[in-house]
């Protein structure tokens, strides 16, 4: 059980800076860590800090199954990408007029709250993930659909190497995300999972303020480790 995403992020730091630093590869430099509004970049600003790397986000929204908004039968990014789960989509009878409709209805939310956060964090200019190696961060993982369109956006930006790192994550979403990842960091994987929820005691809703705040943060302790750096 962890208190809040901050404790489970300081967690997870420790364990994802185990899981890669002894990698010959390993450079800060040419690593992003990307948090996945909202919860997932209050997690992923303790790893980018213990990391010492760049923290980025991609907006990411399920695609809510007719009658069931919590079911995910599919997922959209801010850079347009579209994952479905076309077994669930002919389970539910789902009808591809229905699918096309929130599928740009939720693009175009992903994209305006992406650049809404990003301009009130002061971040105009961002690092490329071109050939970076990109570590996807989220509070948890229950169904994997929103992780699976972001492994997909940092693949269209250029990413060479794709992690994904989660306190806690069903085993359901471990076996689908695997086979589109280059590796999976998480603490727990459980068969049992219910909510994400169900696994910290403080799980309150982040507000968008608390986006920001994390992503101008990190972006004033990058600004202080390079002015170090060069003095």
Request: aromatic content about 6%; proline content about 3%; overall charge negative.
């Amino acid at each position: 059980m962890f208190r809040n995403r901050q404790h489970a992020g300081f967690l997870l730091a420790r364990h994802v800076w185990q899981a890669i630093s002894q990698d010959t590869r390993f450079n800060p430099r040419q690593l992003i860590v990307v948090g996945l509004p909202r919860g997932g970049v209050s997690v992923a600003f303790e790893v980018a800090r213990m990391l010492g790397s760049h923290l980025d986000l991609i907006a990411s929204k399920k695609i809510g199954a007719p009658e069931q908004p919590e079911l995910a039968v599919g997922a959209v990014t801010s850079d347009g990408v579209v994952t479905i789960n076309d077994e669930l989509v002919r389970l539910l009878c789902i009808d591809e007029a229905y699918i096309a409709s929130q599928r740009q209805y939720l693009i175009d939310k992903t994209r305006a709250q992406e650049e809404y956060w990003l301009k009130s964090a002061g971040v105009s200019d961002r690092p490329t993930m071109q050939d970076k190696q990109v570590i996807i961060v989220d509070d948890g993982i229950a169904t994997g659909m929103t992780v699976l369109a972001a492994i997909e956006s940092a693949r269209h930006r250029g990413a060479h190497e794709v992690i994904i790192a989660t306190p806690v994550m069903s085993h359901g979403a471990y076996m689908l995300l695997k086979k589109s990842c280059d590796q999976i960091i998480a603490l727990h994987i459980l068969f049992d999972f219910a909510a994400i929820g169900q696994f910290y005691l403080d799980f309150d809703q982040v507000e968008d303020e608390g986006v920001i705040k994390a992503i101008k943060q990190a972006k004033e302790e990058e600004l202080k480790a390079h002015d170090v750096a060069v003095t």
